[in-house]
């Protein structure tokens, strides 16, 4: 069913690094799974603990072949009834009419557990209550840095071969064809392992995180500066 209520919690402001600093509004409400305890404030559906969540981040745009995705998600509670499917990012509400008839044309019905979320300023949090996050581009991707923050908060980026996605996401994800049937069995093969996928993608986390960017910037300036001591 398309939905565009969620689930609210409160989220603290976080800290990136002693240079970055990130604020997110804590009074957001976010589309978080029922854990089963006092606090738990509902405005929606709940989605249980136990259920598959697969998200798509991305502007409502051409390039990001929303078409594609939503042909997949047709076709996926055919294996999995039980999955819960979060679409945000600009255009991605039911008060988009092109959004709202692509579903349509797509084939979503109304037993789909589709979330329609709009824009978000707390990807972070919406990313670690997934299991996989998708990229379904068709063009115009350089390297997809979504897929790199969908890995840090531990779930499993699955992407079409564009750009560099598919180097991108190597040891992390899965890269897949542009064929709705395809991606559906790469969502499927990652749900059969999501404890190995999710300790890979953590184990990552060092590797792109915002100390190693910081630590290499840091590099590069030193670099330079050595350099013009050098020549002076």
């Not at 929303?66 to 294996?79: E, I, K, T």
């Amino acid at each position: 069913m398309l939905r565009a209520s969620v689930v609210g919690v409160d989220i603290s402001p976080a800290r990136c690094g002693t240079i970055l600093h990130r604020k997110r509004n804590r009074h957001q409400p976010i589309l978080a799974r029922h854990r089963n305890r006092a606090g738990d404030h509902a405005t929606g559906a709940r989605i249980p603990t136990t259920v598959p969540v697969v998200v798509f981040a991305a502007r409502f745009d051409v390039m990001k072949d929303h078409g594609l995705f939503l042909r997949s998600v047709a076709l996926h509670p055919l294996d999995r009834p039980d999955a819960h499917y979060l679409v945000c990012g600009a255009g991605m509400t039911l008060e988009n009419d092109a959004f709202r008839a692509l579903a349509h044309e797509s084939g979503i019905s109304s037993s789909t557990n589709l979330h329609a979320l709009g824009i978000r300023d707390d990807m972070p949090a919406v990313y670690q209550i997934a299991d996989i996050a998708v990229l379904t581009s068709a063009f115009g991707e350089a390297s997809p840095l979504c897929l790199l923050e969908v890995a840090a908060s531990g779930a499993t980026p699955v992407t079409t071969d564009v750009g560099d996605a598919a180097l991108t996401v190597q040891d992390i994800g899965c890269v897949t064809t542009h064929a709705p049937a395809d991606i559906v069995a790469a969502w499927d093969d990652v749900l059969t392992r999501p404890t190995e996928l999710r300790s890979h993608a953590l184990a990552a986390r060092t590797g792109f995180g915002g100390d190693r960017m910081i630590a290499e910037y840091a590099a590069v300036a030193l670099g330079l500066l050595g350099g013009n001591r050098a020549v002076a």
